[in-house]
């Protein structure tokens, strides 16, 4: 990601470093010179303090002179008193320097030497002054005047070190500065890897939620911000799932609300049409063998039981067919509650047809069947399940030659589609328009021999049109395939 936080952060911390860098060097070549200045002014202060109590014991006594040396020497000066008594110098420089120093302290004490120096510090007994010496072009801090004794002296610490010091200190600096910039990165990396990781989790969920994808969870167990957010993210999921299915209901009702005013006379008409022609055939038949048992047609048991049996039969047929169509008229009135969920749509399959697994060992059918993975859908699991069974009922009565059954789940971008294809003989084409009308049969004496009433296929089409979904059928050479689709989300 081009604005990741993880780059954001790396990017910060470097450039954090690297100004600190910067500002540490600038106030190396700026401001180290004026502070090694004022240091070495306390320096000479106190080693004007040592000069005053050694005194005239500088020469005789050894003891105090090496520890006067000493201290001069840790604080880089160099030196030189001039006796008037005897005149004579006390320095701790060799003798050719000590004349350098001896020529600049009688500049100093004539006045001449002030006008090409700096002045610090100004004292009654002293100066401080930062100048050049033309005759090494070198630069110097020095303090000059008199003791307590009225010896005059002169103190010199060199500025030079000070400058190799300060490039010295800025090489080395932009050494670790460029190390440590590299060791922030990787520490920033590795800190901002952690902190992001959930970030990314809640990014990938946030996504899923956005495409209705609610099955996805926070599964962070981190007990700050993030992990409390994580878990608001789960809650606020769960609540959208719930809300979504109720607006989803909210809909598919007003749908049925706008349709049923429309559709409800025109509806009752058909029925009573419908049922007045099919329950024709079931009447005649069951008054016409009730008239032939009571004028005693029957001589003998066997003919008796016959009659009885198809009585039976047929009224068992004409029951069947009662509830089917006050199924399928609920559902063309839309008076069946739809109940909008998240199910698992293969493991509905695999019950239907586990149910079924008699049907198939005793028509000898073959069933082909073999999803890859679990696949959830979005509907109503009975219609939907009433849908299947009845695509399942219609394969196995009219399955033929190979008798195999294949069911397929194919996952498009937003649907799922569901398949059962049977081998037999194709639906004529001048049927295939009609097939999902009530009561139309392609072969009639086929399907009164199996107990078929022309029903099951109109139910499909009232199950998926009160759900707005597709569904269709399709002829192949060796048989028939009846399709429907399902939300994904």
């Known amino acids: 990601m081009k604005h990741s936080i993880k780059r954001q952060m790396i990017g910060i911390f470097a450039g954090l470093v690297t100004v600190i860098l910067v500002v540490v060097i600038l106030i190396n070549i700026g401001f180290l010179r004026p502070y090694y200045a004022f240091k070495k002014e306390a320096d000479f202060d ?12 500088y020469a005789t006594d050894e003891t105090k002179r090496k520890a006067l040396l000493k201290v ?22 060799a003798e050719n320097n000590a004349k350098d120093l001896q020529d600049q302290l009688v500049g100093y004490l004539m006045g001449q030497t002030q006008k090409n120096v700096k002045v610090l510090k100004n004292h009654e007994k002293y ?10 072009d070198t630069e110097y801090i020095e303090m000059w005047g008199y003791l307590d004794t009225g010896n005059p002296f002169l103190l010199r610490s ?5 400058k190799e010091s300060a490039m010295i200190s800025n090489s080395f600096l932009i050494f670790v500065g460029i190390f440590m910039i590299f060791i922030c990165s990787f520490a920033v990396w590795l800190i901002a890897n952690r902190l992001t990781k959930p970030i990314k989790e809640l990014t990938i969920l946030s996504d899923k939620m956005a495409n209705l994808d609610f099955d996805a969870k926070y599964s962070g167990e981190a007990k700050n911000e993030i992990g409390e957010l994580g878990q608001n993210f789960n809650r606020m999921s769960d609540k959208l799932q719930t809300t979504i299915s109720e607006l989803k209901q909210a809909n598919n009702d007003l749908q049925k609300d706008i349709d049923i005013k429309e ?52 009224a068992n047929k004409m029951n069947q067919m009662v509830r089917s169509l006050l199924a399928l008229n609920e559902l063309e009135l839309g008076k069946e509650n739809t109940n909008f969920g998240r199910f698992k749509l293969t493991e509905l399959i695999e019950n239907v ?26 509907s109503d699991e009975y219609l939907i399940e009433q849908v299947f069974r009845n695509y399942m009922s219609n394969a196995i009565n009219h399955a033929q030659n190979e008798k195999i059954i294949e069911v397929k789940i194919m996952e498009k971008e937003e649907k799922i589609m569901v398949s059962v294809f049977n081998t037999g003989t194709p639906i004529p084409k001048e049927d295939l328009t009609h097939i999902w009308e009530t009561f139309y049969k ?28 597709k569904y269709g059928v399709k002829n192949y050479d060796n048989g028939v395939e009846f399709w ?6």
């Open 72 to 93: 001069a020497e840790k604080m880089n000066v160099s030196f030189l008193v001039f006796d008037i008594e005897s005149a004579t110098t006390s320095s701790n420089v």
């Open 127 to 136: 100066q401080i002054c930062q100048g050049q010496d033309p005759r090494n």
């Open 484 to 489: 429907f689709e399902v939300d994904k989300k």
């Open 442 to 469: 392609v072969d009639k004496a086929r399907t009164r021999a199996y107990g078929g009433n022309g029903i099951g296929l109109s139910i499909v089409k009232a199950s998926m049109e009160s759900l707005h979904q």
């Open 263 to 314: 559709k409800e006379e025109e509806r009752r008409n058909e029925f009573i049409g419908s049922v007045s022609h099919e329950l024709k055939t079931p009447i005649s038949l069951i008054q016409g063998y009730a008239e032939g048992l009571k004028e005693g047609i029957c001589s003998d048991k066997k003919s008796h039981d016959m009659y009885c049996d198809v009585i039976i039969d047929e």
């Open 353 to 378: 047809l586990n149910s079924m697994d008699i049907m198939f060992k005793q028509k000898d059918i073959k069933l082909m069947y073999n999803p890859q993975k679990e696949i959830s859908a979005w």
């Open 158 to 162: 060199p500025l030079e070190s000070i």
């Open 46 to 57: 106190r080693l004007y303090s040592r000069m005053n109590i050694i005194g005239q014991d």
